[in-house]
């Protein structure tokens, strides 16, 4: 037998093709991996399955009982054909066809049962397994142990992947726990003890190899709570690592920059606004560098919070970096702040104030001209603030002294990147990160954890309430009465959003009038757009299954609606316009422009205005084929609209939308909380991907953690506190080998992006 560690590939055991698929399908490549992926459910061998609840189409394990077998000489083949009736306890009836009876014949007689797997299919109107393969209980070929072990075991049942079936993974693993000379464990004895929780060994035998009298729920607690415990102890040195790093303090100036914007400020600061102001201010002007999260409603105001802790920052002689994630947002960030600064952003222009500073923008895409001047602007500390997009991380971006970073939407930014922003510092610079997609306490633990979190959750006077209502697509009165309601508002005075999920292509408003959907995108289409990240219900192993959602329809482009709506009799002589992400920067930033000076009606976009964007008088948004889009990205979008004095009105339109896909939408009409919602959203959504799974190329982020579980939160906060405890006292791990090799393999394998992202 090969002796094998945890970190063996899985060619060690299966042939190559096998493994590259299980790499590929579920995120399988070592053993240790395999030894992670955990059964969906247990068998009795004696438990026979019931026939009646099979359905064409389904992949099955079922556990059955042999009632007849019959063979016959095939007419234009050689050989004999094998049909196989098996039943249940209640009399229902399966088919089982060999067309080669070799090898089946003597084993499959009345009266022996079994495991059989494979696809169901019909034949007449009768199910049937075709070819399938089995294991019986009394197969004296496998040996008396094998035997004895059905009548003491329960048998696990793992999700199918292409051609390896649930015995096969079986048989695998079983194989692997035999082969591992000895099993890692991560976690200290001490700790083990204090919690109550089994040794590694034993939770894997009970996870895989349970018996009949056993609790496999035993050995997955242990697994959640290795993986929480690794993962808090990422976040605990990451921490530990800054509380080590020396910033150069950023002491607040009196009479400067700062006072003289709030000074000039047409509003009062919310009691949160002013509050965590005063918590960044003694951040920045600590020696250790500031590693804060800012998270707030739509709304809520964390742009001015931002920018009056990068002038506190120019105040004490350093500059600032606003990172964005799209051209859109750099540029309505830079339009946003030079025009609350007024003559404060002129500095050393005729006209400017006289202690004022410069707002630079930089972005991929801008001419030579206008780039060279940015980045002679931040290079020689001119520019006390430079906003940008990923282009302010490339090598040859320099600023003279920069003191704080703030990242907007980290969710779009991996950890590198961020970094590769840090470090253009003399000293490590003060980071602010802000998102304004609430994050629930368990992801805040899970990701967020090695950061101080600051949250807003009041918004400024004056903001308008905004209701929102589904429009169901299938109903063309419905449908009409939105497109008039949009007419009724610009008939005020006032503007209006239209959002759709993909670009499509410029001619496409030849195709004519559009339905609610129309035109399938792809994930290139736009780098900005195409960030849907509705629910896929489940991957379909049964547990927690909702059901499959419809299938996927052709999905509506921004140039056919405007085409369709430029046709609609109830639009006619209002002024529309597109934006996405794929026109040049002049366009979009002349079309950003005309929109917000009013010469503009209705704005036909992407989400490339997901974030960011203010128009305090558009007030209304219809999103089309809205069941396309996930919780959060949907409350972001309708925050667009009610900035200003008139009341706003979001319309989700749908056609055809699965039972999650409504349920999201009823939870998103039903309330304005985003708070709230981030929690449907967690429970709702697939945990990997509320983690960043798919940004990551891996499978889910974490494995057997459910979030949103009160049970897995409780999981959670205690490998915190013992993680911390133990960094806090061994923050290299010398002493705990087996744990410093769990986390530098899940920071390898991840390179550790995903810790940043929410």
Known sequence: MVVLTEDSPLTKLVKKGEAEQLARTKGLQTVGDLFEFVPRRYVRPGQLTDLSSLRVGEDVLVVAEVARATSRTMRNRRGKMLTVVLTDDHGHELDVTFFSAYGHEGKLHPGVRGFFVGTIGAYGRRLQLTHPEYELFDDDEQGEAAVEWYRTHRVPVYSTTGKINSLQLRRLVHTALDSVDRIREPVPEPVRSARGLLDRAAALELVHRPRVDDQPSRGLERLKYDEAFVLQTILAQRRKAAETELATPRHPRPGGLLADFDARLPFELTAGQREIGEVLTAELASDRPMHRLLQGEVGSGKTVVALRAMLAAIDAGGQAALLAPTEVLAAQHHRSITAMLGDLALGGMLGGAEHGTTVALLTGSQGATARKRSLLAAASGEA??????????????????????????QHRFGVEQRDALREKGIRPPHVLVM?????????????????????????????????????????????????????????????????????GDVDDDALGPAPVGGGRASAGDDEDAWDVDWDDGGDGDGDGDRGPEPPERELTGVYTMLAALRANPALEGVRLEVLHGRLDPDTKEATMRAFAAGDIDVLVATTVIEVGVDVPNASVMVVVDADRFGISQLHQLRGRVGRGSAPGLCLLMTQGAGELAAERLARVAATTDGFELAQVDLVLRREGDVLGARQSGRGNSVRHLRLGRPEDEQVIADAREDAFALVAQDPDLRRHPALAAAVAMRLDEEQAAWLERG
């Open 384 to 409: 006390g603030i430079v906003i940008g997009t990923h282009a302010l991380i490339q090598k040859h971006v320099q600023f003279a002294d920069l003191a704080l970073v703030v990242v907007d939407e």
């Open 435 to 503: 998102t304004a997609t609430p994050i629930p306490r368990t992801v805040a633990m899970t990701v967020f954890g090695d950061m101080e979190t600051s949250t807003l959750r009041e918004l400024p006077r004056g903001r308008s309430p905004i209701s929102t209502h589904v429009v169901d697509g299938d109903r063309p009165g419905w449908v009409e009465r939105t497109w008039q309601r949009v007419a009724e508002e610009v008939a005020k005075g006032h503007q209006a959003y239209v959002v759709c999920p993909r670009i």
